[in-house]
């Protein structure tokens, strides 16, 4: 079982801190960020929302980010597995009403967080299911429709042309980008809903997350100093 390393302050006016994400987790986040960034302003380039790069280097940069992000996911999904973080986004229906409250209304009202995170529970009750909507329905909605667009050219010798039109693909593409977009939005507005509104910005930049009153008892019994 891995514990939590946490870091003591030597005064008594900076909080103590814990180290929740780890070098590859964070190299993972901020490029996969960059990366859906990319493919959101592209994509809606070659949608013809407006235009920056011209159609052509619109269409040859989304791909290009696309496929490195399906690198990236390759490689992630090894990461999770062997390592175990995989078990961070089983959904869980353990306070998911405290959390939609605090969400809703508590936060507003200078209420604590009910959920405090540790290095074995990195993500609220609402977090995993937000998580496993993505990997369920907006992924497989993104990148069935992409990998059909790309690969048009093979749909007559595989008999895909006789029950599938590039306009349905590419208005089932175009939804999943809107529902990613939003996605994104509400991941950024998030970010800003910690002790500060940059704290969880930071933490994922440093991988140390700041413990602020009673979050200190959720803890694990401090370790070595974190690895990876």
Do not use: C
């Not at 809606?44 to 619109?58: C, D, Q, R, T």
């Amino acid at each position: 079982m891995e514990h939590a390393t946490i870091a003591q302050p030597a005064g008594d006016t900076a909080p103590a801190r814990i180290y929740i994400y780890k070098r590859y987790e964070r190299f993972w986040h901020w490029s996969q960020a960059l990366l859906i960034i990319t493919m959101l302003i592209s994509g809606f380039e070659v949608h013809g929302s407006y235009a920056l790069l011209g159609f052509e280097p619109a269409v040859r940069l989304h791909t290009l980010a696309a496929w490195l992000l399906l690198i990236l996911w390759a490689f992630t999904i090894f990461w999770q597995f062997t390592t175990g973080e995989w078990r961070q986004y089983l959904p869980t229906h353990k306070r998911v009403m405290a959390m939609a409250t605090y969400y809703s209304w508590g936060m507003f009202r200078g209420e604590p967080n009910p959920f405090h995170k540790t290095v074995q529970k990195k993500h609220n009750p609402l977090q995993r299911l937000a998580y496993l909507g993505l990997l369920a329905m907006i992924s497989p909605l993104i990148w069935g429709s992409g990998l059909l667009y790309l690969f048009r050219a093979f749909w007559p010798s595989l008999g895909i042309d006789q029950w599938l039109t590039l306009a349905w693909v590419a208005w089932a593409h175009t939804a999943g980008a809107f529902l990613m977009l939003s996605f994104f939005i509400v991941h950024v507005y998030l970010t800003t809903t910690g002790h500060t509104p940059t704290a969880h910005i930071k933490s994922m930049v440093t991988g140390w997350e700041e413990l602020h009153d009673d979050d200190t008892h959720s803890a694990d019994t401090p370790s070595a100093t974190p690895q990876g």
